[in-house]
């Protein structure tokens, strides 16, 4: 026999091969099966339903799923979507037992005893629920005012988020609490200001030569383009590169693995920055034309520039909002009195003179535009061909080797313009040691370029320094960062890093991610093939091309509604969190608990628990501090044990609404209802629209036919999809037949095009104009948006002002971290932070190891999931993983329990003996309650990992604070030091949590749910 020689890499290749084959006859025995279990039993009725699963909350996979006489009975990739390549993971299998699972809620009730005790639930009608709920709000909005009420949203399954936006607008309530805070919400008020517009996603189904998966293991997660199609990118691209601190199961596959220190990533970022910088491996035409890196910094002079009202893309519509832009970037106001503000002043290097960059239009000195396409049909149908003054767009087509993927239009790169008069093109300089300029008030000063400054940030990053911060070996750090840094033949480098929540969990959210954004930017990274291409923009029959079809209309109705700007201006947070639009949920808890800045009275909560963005304890002791509470969810979770009412929502397969892939898939798709609602369970938008009502206010503001301003239904979907040109009836039955959309083919111009800073289509709502939609209309390396914000904000490292630092990006170290004592040392006397006494003895000395936290589990998606059998079978417990050297030194063993400690709190989670974590790193699971549990709150407090959180140490700009890379101390749980003499976590009758398959209670929750779905 001849020997085998297979590497676990090209086993990985043929293994993804052989699974693609077999995907795409998938669908065939399935129609199959069911036309011979038709012929066997006549009487039955069996469809298979094409639909968008939303088993996890933050992608849609497509499925079929099979309904026999009108219960739901088997769940299954559809092979023919390629945005997850036929993919159908444990959750969205397990939504079976979700869907029918006997702990659901069914009904509305209220509680009868106070909070605090069990909730002594009691059935009631939804005419009852309402006058319960609408009554309580409206008691406290007349005895407090609309901000004294908090509204809380969960996760992004678009039909149930209008608890935290309808809601909070039909209140005038300022204070919406998002998860937005902790999950993409960082980055995208990153690229928000440098991009002006969400290019931190990134286009992995555009399957890539160098595939960068930067933090968490997305092959096992809800991320955007996970799954199948990470493992995909993994198996087929000529090199995987993975950072993380964590050695997930497809890390062990990469070309390049780089194990860094957690929250330690900047460091890494920066060197390769460095390497880039030094060594001409960027994007030279794109670093030149369309960034600001050759914008000149005078920082001699106050900032200054300019006010204006201009259109922006709303909820549900174009609005009107303001831009404040003052900068000490040099214009040619600071050089003459009638100076325009909007020209930014660059040293041309070629012809050694002084040019411009004029904001306003997008286009350089000498430089006119006109608005570019490839495909006049769509233009047309936009009614847009008689509006600008077209020229066809130069370029070609390019093409992917996944099937099944729209080729997309590359326009040609274009060039710089020869000035009338010069010799040479314009050549903004990168490199100037200086430049003298004279000021209006007749100072010579010298002036420095953007590139300058940023390289000032990241000179002292060698490969060797940043070993010394990260821990990775510096050959290492060079040899990944130079295969990351090439580029094609067509100038670019057809992937980007693909960068997790992760990053937005270290206390430096901002900063952290700002280096990501800059370093991929000068790469050429941003929207090429495979790159940083924004949202999915599906077609749009609209002049100004927005879209709709992500769900907004779901949300808020057809008025973009905001507050009055003095309630607005109560916001619990604002001044603290520039940069963070909605409230801060540390301090609304606070304002729970305290009445300061004023008092929180009221809450209400859709689509997921609000155990999450911050210190759990904190966030339990606000919300039982309220008069009134309401929660709309499939479960009874920890949180509605404090709750005065429950209101039963619609899973996913119980719903219908177009849905828009989250992310650079491409995508757009539909939820199909497949299954009738059990009880009294409503749709989320349903009770919304029911709420309006019997509050006299109109849903719907605007019909033009006259028709019930609270109808939602089929009504709702078609406004929410209108911008394709169809009617929800058109859209559905296409779905139905002919799968998802691609917005490569149906948006040619908007999505199917790349380099849209070149052609006009960047810039949103559609005005024609080159660049993207910045205060420079450059892409900012130099955040100007930053500059404004954070000039005078406080710097908790430091205690002082930040100034005109924060527009570049830096690395800075963790909050708590092992390297660095400057924020323990300088909280510890700051009068604002409640917890400056318990910092005396949190130091390294004390809490020795690094804890890690958020993994993605297979089964899980964050708190979701722990009630199903099929999935607790599979991951009973909350799992400690502790490297084995630290192992052996603690006297830990598998399957022992550990406490965890901070100052914060302590808990317990199950060891798991693991040489994925490095050396005195640890990594805990989040998001652990224990259903099985009688008590109060479920177990949230016996093994959440937030409960441990430093609730104050918050990044400066947004206040996400540091969830994950924070100091803990860690021993074995004993007999002797825990509850009940038993280191298990128990209830508080001693009863132990759900502790392996075996359980009793799963095999009693696995029959009820057979008996309930048979019942039907």
Not at 64 to 76: D, Q
Not at 658 to 678: L, N
Request: hydrophobic share 35%.
């Amino acid at each position: 026999m001849a020997q085998l020689n297979l590497t676990r890499r090209s086993f990985l290749k043929a293994a993804a091969a052989t699974g693609a084959a077999i995907g795409l006859t998938s669908a065939a025995p399935l129609t199959a099966l069911a036309e011979d279990e038709g012929k066997k039993t006549a009487p039955e009725d069996i469809q298979v339903i094409r639909t968008a699963c939303r088993g996890c909350g933050k992608y849609e996979c497509g499925v079929f799923v099979t309904v026999r006489n009108g219960v739901a009975v088997k769940i299954e990739g559809d092979p023919t979507y390629p945005g997850s390549l036929g993919n159908c993971c444990a959750k969205s299998q397990a939504s079976l037992q979700a869907c029918y699972h006997p702990d659901r809620l069914y009904y509305p009730m209220k509680r009868t005893t106070p909070k605090g005790e069990d909730p002594g639930w009691v059935r009631i009608s939804w005419d009852e629920a309402y006058e319960l709920g609408v009554g309580k709000m409206d008691e406290l909005k007349e005895k407090y005012g609309g901000a004294s009420m908090a509204f809380f949203g969960g996760t992004s399954r678009i039909y149930a988020m209008s608890g935290m936006s309808a809601m909070a607008y039909l209140y005038d309530s300022p204070n919406i609490v998002s998860p937005a805070q902790v999950c993409k919400g960082p980055r995208g008020y990153v690229t928000g200001q440098t991009a002006g517009q969400d290019l931190y996603f990134v286009e992995n189904v555009w399957r890539p030569k160098t595939f960068v998966q930067w933090g968490s293991g997305i092959e096992v997660s809800n991320y955007d383009d996970a799954g199948r199609t990470a493992v995909d990118n993994a198996a087929r691209s000529e090199t995987y590169i993975n950072v993380d601190a964590r050695m997930s199961n497809l890390a062990k596959e990469a070309d390049y693995y780089l194990g860094v220190r957690p929250g330690t990533d900047g460091a890494l970022v920066m060197a390769w920055l460095k390497l880039a910088m030094e060594n001409n491996l960027y994007q030279d035409n794109f670093v030149r034309r369309w960034t600001d890196c050759s914008f000149l910094v005078c920082e001699e002079v106050e900032p200054s520039g300019w006010e204006e009202t201009y259109d922006n893309v709303g909820l549900v519509g174009i609005v009107k909002a303001k831009r404040n832009v003052k900068t000490i970037l040099l214009k040619e106001s600071d050089l003459r009195e009638d100076g325009d503000p909007k020209k930014f002043v660059v040293w041309d290097e070629a012809n050694n003179r002084f040019t411009y960059l004029h904001a306003g239009t997008g286009c350089w000195e000498g430089e006119t535009f006109k608005p570019k396409f490839h495909d006049w049909d769509y233009v047309t149908a936009a009614n847009l061909q008689d509006k600008y003054d077209w020229e066809p767009a130069q370029g070609k087509m390019v093409s992917n080797p996944r099937e099944g993927i729209t080729d997309m239009f590359l326009p040609d790169q274009s060039p710089m313009p020869t000035v009338e008069g010069c010799e040479a093109p314009t050549k903004p300089a990168l490199w100037t040691e200086g430049v003298e300029v004279v000021l209006k008030d007749g100072r010579t000063v010298t002036c420095r370029t953007v590139w300058e400054h940023l390289y000032d940030n990241c000179k002292e990053f060698t490969p060797e320094r940043a070993e010394e911060i990260t821990g990775v070996k510096a050959d290492l750090i060079k040899a990944a960062g130079l295969e990351y840094c090439q580029l094609n033949e067509d100038g670019y480098g057809d992937s980007a890093i693909n960068y997790a929540v992760t990053h937005e969990h270290t206390g430096n959210a901002m900063k952290l991610i700002h280096t990501f954004d800059a370093f991929d930017a000068i790469m050429g990274r941003t929207d090429t093939p495979g790159g940083h291409r924004g949202s999915t923009r599906t077609a749009s029959v609209f002049e100004n091309q927005h879209t709709l079809l992500v769900g907004q209309f779901l949300r808020v109705g057809t008025k973009n509604r905001v507050s009055d700007p003095e309630q607005a201006a109560r916001k619990i947070g604002t001044g603290k969190f520039p940069l963070y639009p909605n409230a801060d949920a540390t301090a609304v808890y606070q304002a729970m608990r305290t009445g300061d800045p004023y008092p929180i009275k009221g809450g209400l909560t859709q689509a997921g628990g609000m155990l999450n963005q911050t210190n759990l304890h904190l966030t339990w002791e606000g919300v039982k501090n309220l008069d009134f509470y309401t929660n709309w969810n499939l479960w009874h979770d920890p949180i509605s044990d404090l709750a005065d009412l429950i209101l039963p929502e619609a899973h996913w397969l119980e719903v219908e609404c177009g849905r828009c892939a989250q992310g650079s898939g491409g995508y757009y798709g539909a939820h199909i209802k497949c299954v009738e609602m059990p009880g009294d369970v409503k749709w989320g938008i349903d009770i919304v629209g029911e709420w309006y009502k019997k509050n006299g206010l109109k849903f719907w503001e605007d019909r033009e036919d006259g028709g019930d301003p609270w109808e939602m239904g089929d009504f709702l979907r078609s406004k929410a999809i209108a911008s394709t040109g169809m009617d929800w009836q058109q859209f559905r039955t296409k779905f139905l037949e002919e799968g998802w959309f691609d917005a490569r083919r149906y948006n040619p111009e908007g999505f199917g095009t790349c380099r849209r800073y070149e052609t006009g289509w960047m810039v949103m709502p559609f005005q024609g104009r080159p660049g993207f939609r910045t205060n420079t209309s450059r892409y900012e390396i130099w955040s100007t948006g930053f500059e404004n914000a954070m000039r005078k904000q406080i710097n908790q490292l430091t205690g002082e002002p930040f100034g005109e630092s924060f527009a570049l990006p830096y690395y800075v170290e963790n909050k708590s971290s092992p390297a660095s004592d400057a924020f323990r040392k300088q909280q510890m006397s700051n009068p604002d932070n409640p917890n400056r006494e318990l910092y005396a003895d949190y130091t390294p000395e004390n809490y020795p190891f690094i804890l890690s936290t958020g993994r993605r589990i297979p089964v899980y998606f964050h708190s979701e999931h722990r009630q199903l059998p099929w999935c607790r079978e599979v991951w009973p417990v909350p799992r400690l993983e502790v490297n084995p050297a630290d192992a052996e030194k603690l006297g830990l063993s598998q399957g022992d329990w550990a406490w965890i400690e901070t100052p914060f709190s302590k808990i317990r989670q199950c060891v798991d003996i693991n040489a994925s974590v490095g050396e005195g790193r640890m990594n805990a699971e989040h998001s652990w309650w224990f259903p099985e549990l009688k008590r109060v709150g479920k177990g949230f407090d016996l093994s959440g990992c937030n409960c441990l959180v430093d609730a104050w140490a918050q990044c400066e700009a947004e206040g996400a604070p540091q969830l994950r890379g924070y100091l803990v101390n860690v021993y074995k749980a004993t007999p002797e030091n825990s509850p009940f003499g038993n280191p298990v976590p128990c209830d508080d009758d001693g009863t132990p949590i759900i502790t392996d398959a075996s359980d009793p209670r799963l095999k009693e929750w696995a029959q009820l749910i057979t008996e309930g779905r048979d019942q039907l």
